[in-house]
Every structure is written in structure tokens, then in C-alpha cells.
């Protein structure tokens, strides 16, 4: 039940995130409000890591393979998506494309068994319920 509760405040700091960004941009530029959010997250990452594990910090370059490592890169083309949909679309309907892209990527990704994740078989019920998920896509578009 925990991860459920986890799972809904990541999905609500992704929208403030997302809005809060998208505001930040319309006094600087997308540039340097995507290099400010990346630095303050290492601040918070590097306070969080003192004041609790305090495990090697180079551990992370052990991981195999290693474009694993792209983690970062990828933050900030998200930032980026993030901001010029919410910009271009508005936070709802952004988000909305924004979940159901995660949603299809993710069950893809399991499918397969991609980036040593466990193979899962496939299954109707998931594809139904993407499915919908992009109907509800057309309905809240529907004017």
C-alpha cells in the first residue's frame, strides 16, 4: 500500500514540477531553468546521501552496462518535454499524453524484458487498459 501512496505523490510533483518549470522559464530561458532544477535535485540528492547512507559515491560507475548511466541526460531532456508541452498544451492535457507515454513505454519495456527488467507475458487486460486510458485522452480533449 505504501508504493501506491509513493507512486501518487511522484505523479503529483511531476505536475507541480512540471508547472512550476514552465513559470520559471518565462524569466529566464528553458536552458537555465532546466541547469537550475538539475543542480538544485543534486544539492537535495548530495544533502539527502550525507545525511543518510553515505555509501561510495563512485559505486554508481560499477553498473553494467554502462549506458545505464544516462539517467541524468535523460532528466534533462524530460525537464525539457515537460516544460515545452505544458507550455504549448497546458499542464492538464500535457499530462495526460505525458502518463499514457509512460504507461505504453513501461508495458513495452516488460514486455520485452528490456534493460534487465523481468520479462512479463503479454496480456489483453493491459492493452484494454491503455486503451482506455488514451480514450479518456479523447474525451477530455473532446470540445
Known amino acids: 500500500m505504501i508504493g501506491f501512496f509513493i507512486a501518487v505523490l511522484s505523479g503529483a510533483l511531476m505536475s507541480l514540477q512540471g508547472v512550476f518549470n514552465t513559470q520559471v522559464t518565462k524569466s529566464s530561458t528553458i536552458w537555465t531553468a532546466n541547469a ?3 543542480f538544485s535535485a543534486l544539492l537535495v540528492c548530495i544533502l539527502a546521501w550525507a545525511a543518510t547512507d553515505r555509501t561510495n559515491l563512485l559505486g554508481v560507475f560499477q553498473v553494467e552496462p554502462k549506458y545505464m548511466l544516462l539517467g541524468g541526460v535523460m532528466g534533462a531532456a524530460i525537464t525539457w518535454t515537460v516544460i515545452r508541452s505544458m507550455d ?3 499542464p ?3 499530462v495526460l499524453f505525458i502518463v499514457v507515454a509512460q504507461i505504453a ?3 513495452l519495456i516488460e514486455l520485452f524484458g528490456a534493460f534487465g527488467t523481468d520479462k512479463q507475458p503479454w496480456e489483453w487486460r493491459k492493452l484494454i487498459g491503455l486503451l482506455v486510458a488514451i480514450a ?6 473532446w470540445e
Do not use: E, P, S
Open 88 to 90: 504549448m498544451l497546458g
Open 92 to 94: 492538464a492535457k500535457a
Open 136 to 141: 479518456g485522452i479523447v474525451v477530455f480533449k
Open 36 to 38: 537550475f532544477v538539475q
Open 105 to 107: 513505454t513501461a508495458y
